[in-house]
């Protein structure tokens, strides 16, 4: 989420620089800029959680966002109310991290630099040699939970192979 965060502000760093753009506009009152760059923070917190718990669903993170956006030119907020609106988004993110700790903290992407596979199939941390495999506490849906060892597919072309040959010497001697 705090990569998410830095990506999203990068995104949107330029903005500040384009005459007429909101971002522009902000740029004559220095706390609501940094309080604009500070929320995407909480956004991408809470963006991240309904992705996760609406089972990856990436429309739900553009509608998030399209909800946040639609908000911000409808109430038409000013500054001040914007800088509070930060602080609650970051007190909300703060309540969610809190109640999905393990959401948060579980590793789903592993990246195997063994060559071996092994550690991507047992759950474990690439290059720790021995680690635990994680637990996932329960009510936490986990991806990587469901995932199988890669198939051997070469083992199983030789399989096919053998019974396409036990098959066709069979015929020859019919």
């Avoid at 609406?54 to 429309?59: A, D, I, K, Q, V």
């Avoid at 038409?76 to 602080?87: A, K, M, N, S």
Wanted: some cysteine.
């Amino acid at each position: 989420s705090l990569l998410l965060a830095g990506i999203w502000a990068l995104w949107h760093l330029p903005l500040v620089f384009v005459r007429g753009s909101f971002q522009n506009g902000l740029l004559e009152h220095l706390p609501t800029l940094i309080m604009y760059f500070i929320a995407f923070v909480p956004g991408s917190i809470l963006m991240s959680w309904i992705y996760y718990r609406t089972n990856r669903s990436t429309l739900s993170a553009i509608l998030f966002h399209f909800a946040g956006n639609a908000a911000g030119e409808m109430l038409q907020l000013e500054l001040p109310t914007r800088v509070l609106q930060t602080v609650i988004a970051c007190a909300v993110a703060a309540a969610v991290v809190w109640v999905e700790w393990p959401l948060f903290t579980q590793r789903e992407f592993w990246v195997d630099f063994s060559g071996d596979g092994e550690s991507a199939r047992l759950g474990r941390t690439a290059g720790v040699p021995n680690a635990p495999r994680r637990r996932v506490p329960s009510g936490v849906v986990s991806t990587s939970d469901r995932r199988r060892p890669r198939p051997d597919f070469r083992a199983e072309a030789r399989r096919r192979a053998d019974l396409t040959a036990a098959t066709v010497k069979g015929a020859w001697f019919t």
